[in-house]
C-alpha cells in the first residue's frame, strides 16, 4: 500500500519561503499523478499544483509564478517551493497521489477525496 509522508511545514512570515517535502513508500499504481492540496478551510479544499503520469505540471492560478513544484523521477520525493508566501497561502498542505486533480475546489475535508494522502502539514504565514 502506498503510504505517503510530508515535512518543511511551519510559521513564517509574509514575503518569506518554505519548502515542503513529500516521499512515498510503497508502489504509486499506473496512472496516479502526484501533488500537493491545501486545506484552506473546514469546506475548502484546493488544488495548489500537481505532476500528472504524463509529467505535466499544473499550478492554481493564486500560487503560478511564487511555487514551484518538482520531482526528479517517479517515485522519488516530491517537493514544493513556496517563495513570497502571502497570509492567504496559510492551510494544512497535503501531499497526495490521485488519478485527478480537480481545477474547482472541493468543499469538505481534502482527505475525504479518493486516492493516497499524507498526514498534512500546517503553513502558517503571518503578516
Known amino acids: 500500500e502506498v503510504q505517503l509522508m510530508e515535512s518543511g511545514g511551519g510559521s513564517v512570515l509574509a514575503g518569506g519561503s518554505l519548502r515542503l517535502a513529500c516521499t512515498a513508500s510503497?508502489?504509486?499504481?499506473?496512472?496516479?499523478?502526484v501533488g500537493w492540496f491545501r486545506q484552506v478551510s473546514r469546506n475548502k479544499c484546493e488544488v495548489v499544483s500537481s505532476?500528472?503520469?504524463?509529467?505535466?505540471?499544473y499550478y492554481a492560478p493564486s500560487v503560478k509564478g511564487r511555487f514551484t513544484v518538482s520531482q526528479e523521477q517517479h517515485q522519488t520525493p516530491l517537493y514544493l517551493q513556496m517563495d513570497s508566501l502571502k497570509p492567504e497561502d496559510s492551510a494544512v498542505y497535503y501531499c497526495?497521489?490521485?488519478?485527478?486533480?480537480?481545477?474547482?475546489?472541493?468543499?469538505?475535508?481534502?482527505?475525504?477525496?479518493?486516492?493516497?494522502w499524507g498526514q498534512g502539514t500546517q503553513v502558517t504565514v503571518a503578516s
Open positions: 510503497g508502489i504509486i499504481p499506473a496512472g496516479y499523478g
Open positions: 505532476i500528472d503520469s504524463d509529467g505535466e505540471i
Open positions: 497526495a497521489s490521485r488519478l485527478v486533480f480537480p481545477k474547482r475546489p472541493y468543499g469538505g475535508p481534502c482527505q475525504d477525496l479518493t486516492g493516497y
